[in-house]
T-cell receptor, first 113, second 115 residues
C-alpha cells in the first residue's frame, strides 16, 4: 500500500544551521506532494507543495523538490531560526483516487539560539 | 476567508459520557476530513466527506464514533460512551477539488480529555 517514510526526530540545530528533513514515499502515479508544519499548541499549516515531478515548492525560506526518480521530497532550509522550531510532516496523497493524505510521525525540530 | 473553525477548543468529560464536536470548514470547500492526533504522532484519518456524502470511514473507527455533514457545510463528530483511550486532539480539515487531492486546511483542533 501507499506509505511515507520520514526522517526521525528530534532534530536539534543551532540558529543559522542548514536543515534537511528527508521524506520518501510510495504511491500510485505521481501525485501532488505537501509539507505541513505544526507549531507548538497549534494546528497543522501547509508549508509548501509541489504538484508534479521536478517541481520545487518554496515558502518562508524552506524548499522541497519533487524527485520522481527517487520518490523523494526532502525539505531544506539554508539558515534556520528559533521560530522554525516545530513538527514537520511530509504528506503525499494516497494513490488511486488521491483523496487522502498519508501522515507519518512527523519530525520534531528544535532550534537553539 | 476565516479559515476552518472548530468548537469547542477543549472538552473534559467523564468516561461513559457522550461528546459532540463541531467543524465549520472554509465556505467554498466541498471536502471535509476528520483526524485524531495523539502526542508525538501524526494525524490519524477518521472519516471524509465530499459535500454531504460520507465517502470513507476508517476501520479503526469503532461504532461509538459517528460523523455527519447534513447540508454539506459544517460537520459534527460524536463519540458515544467515551473511553480514556479516546483522549486526543480531534482535527478537522477542508479542501476543494473533485478528483485529485488538493491541500488541506486545518482547524485549531478540539482537545478531548476523558477522565
Amino acid at each position: 500500500g501507499d506509505s511515507v517514510t520520514q526522517m526521525e526526530g528530534p532534530v536539534t540545530l543551532s540558529e543559522e544551521a542548514f536543515l534537511t528533513i528527508n521524506c520518501t514515499y510510495t504511491a500510485t502515479g505521481y501525485p501532488s506532494l505537501f509539507w505541513y508544519v505544526q507549531y507548538p499548541g497549534e494546528g497543522l499549516q501547509l508549508l509548501l507543495k509541489a504538484t508534479k515531478a521536478d517541481d520545487k515548492g518554496s515558502n518562508k525560506g524552506f524548499e522541497a523538490t519533487y524527485r520522481k526518480e527517487t520518490t523523494s521530497f526532502h525539505l531544506e532550509k539554508g539558515s534556520v531560526q528559533v521560530s522554525d522550531s516545530a513538527v514537520y510532516f511530509c504528506a503525499p496523497p494516497r494513490g488511486g483516487n488521491n483523496r487522502k493524505l498519508i501522515w507519518g510521525l512527523g519530525t520534531s525540530l528544535a532550534v537553539n539560539p | 476567508d476565516t479559515g476552518v473553525s472548530q468548537n469547542p477548543r477543549h472538552k473534559i468529560t467523564k468516561r461513559g459520557q457522550n461528546v459532540t464536536f463541531r467543524c465549520d470548514p472554509i465556505s467554498e470547500h466541498n471536502r471535509l476530513y476528520w483526524y485524531r492526533q495523539t502526542l508525538g504522532q501524526g494525524p490519524e484519518f477518521l472519516t471524509y466527506f465530499q459535500n454531504e456524502a460520507q465517502l470513507e470511514k476508517s476501520r479503526l473507527l469503532s461504532d461509538r464514533f459517528s460523523a455527519e455533514r447534513p447540508k454539506g457545510s459544517f460537520s459534527t463528530l460524536e463519540i458515544q460512551r467515551t473511553e480514556q483511550g479516546d483522549s486526543a486532539m480531534y482535527l478537522c480539515a477542508s479542501s476543494s477539488g473533485q478528483v485529485t487531492v488538493n491541500e488541506q486546511y486545518f482547524g485549531p483542533g478540539t482537545r478531548l480529555t476523558v477522565t
